[in-house]
């Protein structure tokens, strides 16, 4: 039983936490610009529809550009800028390269919903007190096993995906040379050894559906050339490469591999020539004829007996420029390798043709309105950790006043 005067302390001192609640949600109301929720500014970014015919969900965007606003009021970091649909809904996202002095930005960002259609979305930037925004991992789909940007100077070439499928460079790996959308390596052809070992984590040991894509651009065709491969000697889990036909001649056709038998592989019908960068893609659903596309258009189909094998297990480590056998690193290819990408799925048709039409001419494939002055408006809200922890101290001090008072 409380008693006249106790229930009368202890009314007061409510009344007392209460009020220090009060003026503590008042001090949040009066410091706009310290709050993580305020942008000062952002711009409209118009998506091609890229000459598809559907929709694609989860679709990763390329968007390159070079902004002198984004150089101005952008974040050293680039960890402000944030991107959303038009009603203000977040989008993952991953920057590749964000140069603060020219406004260069390289991203990826991942649209739920990409329409055949032009679609228009919100970069937001300047904000010097928000947590950083991109979600690397959270850019790229589940069935994404590895996305290798290549960017990386020197060291370890890190995966954006949640599988950490990491690539050590191996044999004096030039790196930092230039790619077709930002960093690339430079590999250095037959007896350099020249590759980036991935490892063989089980999610890189795909035996069903399969999509295997990169850019590639050839200095010559002397030998094999190792695009991607899961190849030990004669023991294949896929491999695609520059390869030839037949006995003579030189390696500048296209071919996806997954054994050492021509029921088990597929070539481009035509060749291709060296000096050019060339998006490279294949794909395979379960034991269905597969396919080759470069440059977005279907090339290449099952030439050469039914290639209905299928692919088999095995736990041969993943390399990016060649292959291995008994002596080492093999089939190395000889010129420029970037963005390469492994998927357990098959991406469609439109998927490829959009994902080429995007990546090879960004600065055609979209385009970026005028800066607009959004007033500190809010498309991530949250409490930024100054407030955050000056209304856990007034709390915490009107807590302690209460227990003194009720003691």
Known sequence: MIVEGKKKSYSRSLKWFLAIVFMALLLASLVPMASAGNWQYRKEI???????????????????ITDADLSDNARSDGGDIVFTDLNNVKYNHEIEKFVKSTGELVAWV?????????TTIWMWYCNPYCADQWNVEGTWDPNYKMVQHLEETSGIHYDSTANGNDGTPKGGLTQDTTGKIDGAND????????????GNAPSLDITGDITIEAWAKPDSFSNWGEILSKRVDTTTNYNLRFGR???????????????????WSVYTTGAYSAG????????????NQPKIYVNGVKVGSCTHGTCSNALSTNDNDLCIGGGI??????????????????????????WIKKSYNNQNDPGSFLSVGDQ???????????????????????MLAGYIMLRRRKG
Do not use: M
């Open 276 to 287: 050019a960068w060339y998006h490279i893609v294949a794909t395979r659903a379960g034991t």
């Open 46 to 64: 118009t998506i091609s529809g890229g000459g598809v015919t559907g929709s694609l969900n989860n679709f990763p965007v390329l968007i390159s």
């Open 372 to 394: 607009e002055n959004c007033n500190g408006e809010d498309p991530v809200p949250e409490l930024p950790t100054i407030i955050l922890f000056s209304l856990g101290l007034l």
């Open 187 to 198: 590999f250095g052809g037959l007896g350099t050894g020249e590759v980036v070992n991935c």
């Open 245 to 263: 036909t037949s006995g003579t001649g030189l390696f500048n056709y296209v071919q996806f591999y997954w054994k050492r038998n021509k029921d």
């Open 325 to 350: 056998d008994s002596e080492g690193y093999v089939w190395i290819f000889n010129g420029k390798i970037d963005e390469v990408r492994l998927s357990n799925t098959v991406r469609s048709a439109d």
């Open 110 to 118: 991942k649209i739920d919903s990409l329409p055949s259609t032009d």
